[in-house]
């Protein structure tokens, strides 16, 4: 078929419902039947399709109109009353693909992860008791334990190419059965075992993500997970054997161990918070011996001095910091974190926080705080997404409270709220209203751009209460806005609220300030024929 515009688009926009669609959901696979029996049925009835839009009638239980918009996958429509897609999109979209495509091959590579799961879902039993076999009376040797993690990896995830992604999870959970059934069978030595298998197979997932070129958003809804459960599981290993005695047959290991941890920093160019982030629990955790900490700044150093113009040197810039920070060499680290833009570091910087409050090294915390603080503000606006600046600006009021509540530091917290805003307008509005800080609490409202029926009534009762002075802005503020608006249900709005202006200046025995107010706004209002007609109506102003 000759390849028009509308042609790609509709190709394009195959490949967004393919990914949009995951065929191990159950709701999702129903959809999809569902959409295929209307399109089957021949239910797909007036079918157009535009360079950019493909509209149609499906005659379901009632006729219902759909509009794709083959640009924007989001602002496609239904008249259903489902909520985003549903089957008559489906089964719309199948009738348009049938144009440019064949709507069983597209079913048949959506389906692919299912046929590839129960394909895989025997692999590796009968390897796994061979290993048992072989590594019970052997006796425990790193680069052997590293070199079967690696092959067990490679002939499982990185020996084919997988078209989806959410292959990835079933794969590693047959990986992850054959790491623990080859394991030694003495406590200590299983236990090193896991965390070297860890730190292996972390390295070799993130490797192998960079080459099947998974973007960050695939990662995140097929397998982030993973990373996510190495990283628990890295530290609770790290703690059960960082308190206890190591025997020395450890020794060789952990100086091997150290090496692969600091190769997390440089193994790909993704998940460089998730590799920063293990590194920096193995070290606070594991490796706590003085002499390791001053040997991995010195590789630390080397890396950087041998990174390539193309390579990211951050993640062991951030390693500079940490071993320093662990090290004592507070100075040295701050004068490091000077050297970041705000944007990159300053996520990094909660995790110290919270390490130097549980090691309850005050003075130390506090000018860590005072650092982070004057960076936040620049990272939140990087960040972006109301969602993931919340969840940041609540996890760092968290790791800011044990400081300010040990050194009675109400004035640095409210600095932290103040910094944080919007995101941190829920406490700090509850902060100031809890201290009677009323004036302030107004204020508050008033620069998140609240109107003065958004808040809530018993506060409203309080403030009217205590200084009645405070809801004058906010009032004056809500009226001008519905009146901006200029149509008539506004102007009633707008006319409710000056009559409660009314009232307020009264009770403050103001009446004065009210009139020539009064007098001002209609005359500034006298084309708003309207407007002026509620105000006489309510008898807000002489008829």
Known sequence: MESTPANELLHAFSD???????????EDAKLVQKGL?????????????????????????????VRLDL???????????????????LAVFFSAYSKVGSVSDWLTDWREPIREQKAISGWGIQTAKDLIKANGVLKPDYGRWVHSFEVSFDSLLASKKYTSPYVIPELFGIYERRIHASAPVEQEWRLLYEL??????????????????????????????LFHNLMDDAEDLAVKIGVQSLPFAFDEFI???????????????????????????????????????????LKIQAGLKGLQDWENPLPLMVA??????????DETALKLVGQFAAEEIAPYMVYWIDYLSGLKAWRRVGTVIELFLQKVKAYLED????HSCSTFARNALRSLAPYC???????LYERALLALLPYSFGEYEYLLFERGQYDRWGELQALVGLDFYDLPKDRLKVVEKERPEVLLAMLHQTAQREIDQKNRASYRLAVRHLKKLRTLYKKLKRVDDWQYFLDTLMERTKRLRAFHEECRRSKLIEG
């Open 196 to 225: 070297v298998g860890i730190v292996v197979s972390f390295r070799k997932l993130a490797a192998l993500c960079e080459r099947l070129g998974h973007d960050e958003d695939t990662v995140r809804r097929a397998y982030l997970h």
């Open 255 to 297: 100086e091997k161990l150290k090496d692969d941890a600091l190769e997390l920093l440089t193994c790909t160019s993704g998940l460089e918070y998730e590799r920063i982030y293990l590194y920096r629990l193995l070290w606070v955790h594991f490796f706590k011996k003085k002499p390791w900490r001053e040997e991995e700044l």
């Open 37 to 65: 029996i209307l399109y089957r049925q021949g239910m797909v009835q007036q079918l157009h399709i535009g360079d950019e839009v493909v509209s149609a009638v499906v005659q379901d239980v009632m006729p219902v109109k």
């Open 320 to 329: 500079g910091v940490h071993i320093n920070l662990l090290h004592g060499n």
């Open 383 to 386: 960040l972006g997404g109301y």
């Open 16 to 26: 967004e419902m393919r990914e949009l669609l995951n065929p191990n959901a159950v």
């Open 71 to 89: 640009d924007f996958m989001a602002m496609s429509e239904c008249s259903c009353p489902s909520e985003g897609l549903c089957r008559h999109q």
């Open 405 to 411: 509540a040990e050194n009675d530091r109400v004035d």
